[in-house]
């Protein structure tokens, strides 16, 4: 969009979509004029029969789900517009709060007085009581000021003998990490992680099921940021919200208004933001003068403002856009493809592999969890990402990853095993080797050439070329009567008999056989281009169909949807030919090469 203004008026006539939409997704019968407004709006695209078996009950399904994917494809912005909302998502825990009314003058912690004032403060009492009553059970604190969480944590130490770790704005990042992790920790003894304002910004604690608020603040996202560092997708627990406050004072009003006015314990409320902005000045002088009349009627009058807004920002819902977001059936093969790759359980013993071959130590010190150090072995001058002092701790489990951010989280895309792999390709370690092996259908004193090809490209990122000529092996078995064996002994029969042979003698063998190799290694070659030609024209005919298949679809789709441009055809147009040019020059790459000896 080249301006917001148009953006917006673009938006206005996208009202009759969703207004049409809605009636679909309610999955309530059309009416005569609901069904003549889609007749019209939908005039391009051929779609009578499909409105007429909407009366029909044994095709009524269809014809409503296909109505809807017609509406996705044609019309507003979720072509290039993604937005989700809690209500399409789903999958949030569910939330139970305890409010705990205490008697006590007004205390400001942190705000000038010393760690020993708590002692006189109702709710370090009730603290201590708590955190005894949870029997072991990690807990997030989160109070507003530096001070107050340095404060409390030293009493808790020195006066109760409870262990918790403090984290706060003055710690450098490093700090901040130590003391996530060693909470974490399920050894560890600190059953509480005191935090001040900044432990509501950005950190995930969804391991945890307890939350405290040792005092409240007035803006209402930033309460709801302090509770989604649990309220996460990912817990698996009930969230329990405990909110200690003293009565009679401000805190005391802010929890009823939260509580009565804004359901903001309870759920997430969209429209507390805007409410609280609407009622601010009001707010400010109720919290200064405690009248329990006035407050009442302030509640009251939240709570119909809250709704309303709320029924207006759910009426306002683009739900074709929130629907063109998430696309359940969609959404859900592709989390099953990667649980499935990330359950493989392949990657840590390829890096455990890779870093015996390159002398780099590891050291397990909890489950899951190593740390990587270079040994006095380094077979490289660096290994990537690795300091040569302080070494890495890795973790290739996603559950030890969430719960301790300082971990490096080892997956196939992490920049340490990506370099890795690159290292290995790029060097001519493990590209050549000589094997000994038996196998029941061949004699002694035999000898194969085993060859493994890639056939690869050199186009940039942006064409993608990977969706069609992914680098791809091409294996070719050649035996020494230079006959192509390669569909008769797969590279697992074939494997290492572990025997040890004469290197000497070796060597002086493949010195007599070079010129037969060479010969060997050439036809192997002529083998892979044949395969590789192949390979090439399937990639081209694969992107020739979903490319010309697309650029129909978007002229077809100009005529109803305003926001698709010429431009973006024809540079679809000249990405096709740029990808056809760089598949039909991708070149063959001899990787590596075995010398098989049979015995």
Not at 134 to 160: F, N, R, W, Y
Not at 308 to 321: C, F, K
Not at 492 to 512: C, Q
Not at 565 to 591: C, G, M, P, Y
Request: aromatic share 8%; hydrophobic share 40%.
């Amino acid at each position: 969009f080249y301006n917001f203004a148009a953006f917006l008026e673009e938006e206005k006539s996208f009202e009759p979509v969703a207004n049409a939409a809605k009636s679909l997704l309610a999955d309530k019968p059309l009416s005569n004029e609901e069904q003549q407004a889609l007749a019209v709006l939908l005039k391009d695209d051929n779609v009578s029969k499909t409105l007429e078996n909407l009366n029909d009950a044994e095709k009524s399904a269809a014809a409503r789900q296909s109505l809807i994917n017609i509406l996705l494809d044609h019309h507003g912005t979720g072509r290039i517009l993604f937005r989700n909302s809690r209500q399409t998502v789903q999958g949030f825990p569910e939330r139970e709060y305890f409010g705990y009314p205490l008697a006590s003058p007004p205390f400001e912690g942190g705000r000038g007085g010393c760690a020993l004032d708590f002692q006189s403060d109702a709710r370090y009492l009730w603290l201590v009581e708590k955190v005894k009553q949870l029997a072991g059970k990690k807990v997030l604190l989160i109070c507003k000021h530096a001070q107050t969480a340095m404060d409390l944590e030293e009493t808790l130490k020195m006066k109760a003998g409870i262990s918790s770790a403090v984290f706060h704005e003055h710690m450098t990042i490093i700090e901040r990490d130590r003391a996530a992790a060693y909470f974490a920790d399920e050894e560890s003894s600190a059953k509480l992680l005191i935090c001040s304002e900044i432990g509501s910004e950005g950190r995930n604690f969804q391991f945890l099921q307890h939350l405290i608020l040792w005092d409240l603040p007035q803006n209402p996202d930033l309460l709801q940021q302090r509770i989604g560092r649990l309220d996460r997708i990912g817990q698996k627990h009930v969230i329990q919200i405990h909110v200690p406050y003293l009565e009679n004072t401000e805190q005391a009003i802010l929890y009823r208004w939260y509580d009565e006015g804004l359901n903001a314990f309870r759920a997430n409320n969209s429209a507390a933001q805007q409410v609280a902005d609407t009622l601010h000045e009001e707010l400010q002088i109720l919290l200064l003068n405690n009248d329990a009349e006035k407050i009442g009627l302030f509640i009251e009058k939240t709570h119909a403002l809250s709704i309303e807004v709320e029924a207006e920002l759910n009426n306002g819902r683009d739900q074709l856009l929130e629907l063109n977001s998430c696309r359940k059936e969609i959404a859900n093969e592709f989390i099953d493809e990667l649980s499935a790759y990330e359950n493989e359980g392949t990657l840590w013993d390829y890096m455990e592999s890779m870093f015996d071959c390159y002398g780099v130590d590891t050291e397990e010190f909890s489950a899951d969890s190593h740390t990587l150090t270079p040994s006095e072995h380094l077979r490289c001058e660096t290994f990537p990402y690795l300091n040569q002092e302080d070494g890495l701790s890795v973790t290739v489990s996603r559950a030890q990853a969430l719960a301790r951010e300082e971990l490096q989280f080892l997956t196939w895309e992490h920049p340490l095993v990506a370099a890795s792999m690159d290292m290995v390709l790029s060097s001519e370690t493990g590209n050549a080797t000589l094997s000994t092996v038996k196998h029941p259908d061949l004699k002694a004193g035999q000898f194969f050439l085993e060859c493994l090809f890639v056939v690869e490209h050199s186009a940039p990122a942006e064409l993608q070329i990977n969706r069609f000529l992914p680098p791809t092996p091409i294996r070719v078995l050649i035996n020494q009567s230079q006959k192509d064996v390669t569909a008769d002994f797969s590279h697992d029969d074939l494997r290492d008999s572990g025997v040890n042979f004469d290197k000497h003698a070796i060597t002086a063998f493949l010195n007599k056989q070079r010129t037969l190799i060479l010969k060997l290694l050439g036809f192997a070659e002529q083998q892979a281009q044949l395969q590789k030609e192949s390979i090439c024209e399937h990639a081209t005919a694969t992107m020739l169909e979903s490319l010309t298949a697309e650029i129909k679809r978007l002229v077809r789709l100009q005529k109803v949807n305003l926001s698709i441009k010429s431009d973006e055809i024809e540079d679809l147009k000249d990405k096709t030919l740029l990808i056809h040019e760089n598949i039909q020059i991708a070149q063959l790459r001899l990787d590596a090469v075995r010398f098989v000896i049979t015995r």
